[in-house]
C-alpha cells in the first residue's frame, strides 16, 4: 500500500510561484511513475504532469508547458511540481498520483494510476 500527502499549496497572485510536494510511503516509489492532476470547480480532473521512475521522461499538458516542471528525488521518496508564472485559470485542487509498479515510461492518464493523494488547494488571484 502506497499513501500519498501532498503540501505547498496556497494563495499567491498571478505572476508568482509555488512548489508543491508529494510524498509517498511505501518501498516501491523508486519504481513508480508519479503524476501530477488538478480539478477546478465544476471541471473534471485534468493531467498536469508526468515523470518516470528515474526521472528520465517527462511529459507536459499544454496548458502547463514551459511554466511547470515536475521532478523527483528518490532518496526521499518525494515528487515536485514546480509552477512558475502562474495564472488565474491555474486555480485548482492539485492531486498527485502513482502507478503500478513496474511500469516504464510516463502515464498521462488518470484511470492508468493506482494511488492518489488527498490534494492540496492552489489559488492564483489575478
Known amino acids: 500500500q502506497v499513501q500519498l500527502v501532498e503540501s505547498g499549496g496556497g494563495l499567491v497572485q498571478a505572476g508568482e510561484s509555488l512548489r508543491l510536494s508529494c510524498a509517498a510511503s511505501g518501498r516501491t516509489f523508486s519504481m513508480q511513475t508519479m503524476g501530477w492532476f488538478r480539478q477546478a470547480p465544476g471541471k473534471e480532473r485534468e493531467f498536469v504532469a508526468t515523470i518516470s521512475w528515474r526521472g528520465g521522461l517527462t511529459s507536459y499538458s499544454d496548458s502547463v508547458k514551459g511554466r511547470f516542471t515536475i521532478s523527483r528525488d528518490n532518496a526521499k521518496n518525494t515528487v515536485y511540481l514546480q509552477m512558475n508564472s502562474l495564472k488565474p485559470e491555474d486555480t485548482a485542487v492539485y492531486y498527485c498520483?502513482?502507478?503500478?509498479?513496474?511500469?516504464?515510461?510516463?502515464?498521462?492518464?488518470?484511470?492508468?494510476?493506482?494511488?492518489w493523494g488527498q490534494g492540496t488547494q492552489v489559488t492564483v488571484s489575478s
Open positions: 498520483a502513482a502507478g503500478p509498479a513496474g511500469r516504464v515510461g510516463v502515464i498521462r492518464e488518470g484511470r492508468d494510476y493506482v494511488y
